[in-house]
């Protein structure tokens, strides 16, 4: 496995950034007879000045056997298709009327900030409605995103899941749960929640990182299940497995997947591996 060349000779490369230092947290997995695995918190999306390489993380990259991410081919030219055949179903209602009363400010203000009409998705379910604000408004771009440098860099990539199953896992959410997806959205921009929760994933803030997680979750318990924790006990096993073969992976997921009780570093520990963060 090749480094990610986020870093130069000596010290690390820092272009001019308003962004803090960076330590993103980084996790070793060990099992009892000495196999070893890493785990690192991504992000998605990110602005183009936030640096996040540092020489440790090149260093453990380097000695990786296989990258394993969510999502392998992001690229599938079929996922455009495929999001309008799921997401597209006429005769919906005003995108505020989706909502509770007291939700709708945030709503309009979100649509506001993205130049866009109430009346826009009259075709478009709420939970691709969701999706498609977030992209106009978010802090970072994709083109940017974590998983996307790993994959690049890697001499052999397994995903975790496929684009189509993560798209239907989003068209099978019940409406409450795609309304609260999309008051979720709305209310993280109402309170800048992006910016708090990439400067907190960046400088390694675990406990101010799962505040940011949980304030977008509170909503709606079967958005905590379906998008987070069920993902995550299909994952372990076979990351598990993984290390458990010698297979030595870095594993490369959403950073709100390894926290808390129900999080991919507490699943592993159950599962009677050890954990130990260095960074």
């Known amino acids: 496995m090749g480094a990610l060349l986020l870093t130069g000779c000596g010290a690390p490369f820092e272009p001019e950034s308003d962004w803090p230092e960076a330590s993103p947290a980084i996790w070793e997995i060990s099992t009892p007879s000495g196999e070893v695995g890493w785990v690192f918190g991504t992000v998605h999306a990110l602005p183009e000045d936030l640096y996040w390489g540092t020489a440790l993380l090149d260093e453990t990259f380097a000695r990786a056997g296989v990258v394993v991410v969510e999502v392998a081919n992001l690229d599938d030219p079929a996922g455009m298709g495929l999001f309008a055949d799921l997401s597209e179903t006429p005769g919906q209602p005003a995108l505020s009327k989706r909502v509770e009363p007291e939700e709708r400010d945030a709503l309009r203000k979100l649509l506001a ?115 987070l924790t069920d993902r995550n006990k299909r994952w372990v096993p076979r990351i598990a497995a ?27 520990e159950a599962r009677g591996l050890a954990a130990t963060r260095i960074q």
Do not use: C, K
């Open 242 to 268: 993984l290390i458990e073969q010698g297979r030595m992976p870095f594993v490369a997921v959403g950073a709100g997947h390894v926290i808390g009780e129900e999080g991919v570093i507490a699943l592993l």
């Open 113 to 227: 900030d993205a130049d866009m009409e109430d009346d826009d998705f009259g075709r478009i379910e709420s939970w691709a409605a969701a999706m498609m604000l977030s992209g106009e408004v978010r802090t970072g771009d994709p083109a940017n995103g974590v998983d996307r440098v790993m994959i690049h860099n890697a001499d052999e990539v397994i995903g975790l899941e496929s684009f189509s199953g993560q798209l239907t896992m989003f068209d099978t959410l019940s409406p409450e749960a795609q309304s609260d997806l999309l008051y979720g959205v709305a209310r993280s921009h109402e309170t800048n929640s992006d910016d708090g929760m990439l400067h907190a994933w960046v400088t390694g803030d675990m406990d101010q990182l799962a505040s940011h997680v949980n304030d977008t979750l509170q909503f709606s318990p079967e958005l905590r299940r379906v998008l």
